[in-house]
């Protein structure tokens, strides 16, 4: 699996749209992009994933690059309970069932009021 | 309800004692896995399952085992050849199609003394 690349922390004012950028410059096209994130002492919790295409939910919208080589979550109005760890992931989705599902460090993320 | 159980949320256990984590899904999940977690720090991947009586080392497998007897269960053996086994242990489950996503238990905080 390719690996990904994250800032460590960032910070973001309550109300405001947070950004949080992934770089996964080695990408194969056969690779998902898929971000959790994990509240203090919680099990991970799924926010959205995409190939090619940008993603919308309920939750927050993914950009992928045309390239693929990065891309960026969009949480549109941070809330004091978006306060977490984001996880950007890729998994192949040519490999059997239960491929490694390998995490890095994630961003740290503090929603300031 | 359908989810992911880990059970106990909290355990303490003599240094030298072999100690045992259950998971439990009910989501007739093909794919489960079982993280470790240290405080500040990302997960790392310990075992996986990818089928009933099948499983694979993760990256840091030494000083585990498992067993995948049961489509939904998994547990986790922690031995005593760990030497470091306090830590914050995640499982988590997925049909093993990689466009969809992971869910993850609450977790089990062993502390060995």
């Known amino acids: 699996d390719a690996k990904t690349t994250q800032p460590p922390s960032m910070d973001c004012a309550e109300g405001r749209a947070a950004n949080l950028p992934c770089n996964h410059s080695?990408?194969?096209?056969?690779?998902?992009v898929y971000w959790y994130r994990q509240i203090h002492s919680q099990g991970p919790q799924y926010i959205i994933h995409?190939?090619?295409n940008n993603e919308t939910n309920e939750m927050a919208s993914l950009i992928i690059t045309e390239d693929r080589k990065s891309s960026t979550l969009i949480l549109p109005h941070a809330t004091l309970r978006d306060t977490a760890v984001y996880y950007c992931?890729?998994?192949?989705?040519?490999?059997?069932?239960?491929?490694?599902?390998?995490f890095g460090g994630g961003t740290r993320v503090l929603v300031k009021p | 309800d359908g989810g992911i159980t880990q059970s106990p949320k909290y355990l303490f256990r003599k240094e030298g004692q072999n100690v045992t984590l259950s998971c439990e899904q009910n989501l007739n999940h093909d794919a489960m896995y079982w993280y470790r977690q240290d405080p500040g720090q990302g997960l790392r991947l310990i075992y996986y399952?990818?089928?009933?009586?099948?499983?694979q080392k993760g990256d840091i497998a030494e000083g585990y085992s498992v067993s995948r007897e049961k489509k939904e269960s998994f547990p986790l053996t922690v031995t005593s050849a760990q030497k470091n086994p306090t830590a914050f242990y995640l499982c988590?489950?997925?049909?093993?199609?990689?466009?969809?996503?992971?869910?993850f238990g609450q977790g089990t905080r062993l502390t060995v003394v």
């Open positions: 995409g190939l090619k």
């Open positions: 399952s990818q089928i009933v009586n099948d499983f």
């Open positions: 992931i890729v998994r192949d989705r040519l490999r059997a069932a239960g491929n490694k599902l390998t």
């Open positions: 080695t990408i194969s096209g056969n690779e998902y």
């Open positions: 988590a489950s997925s049909t093993g199609q990689s466009n969809t996503e992971a869910f």
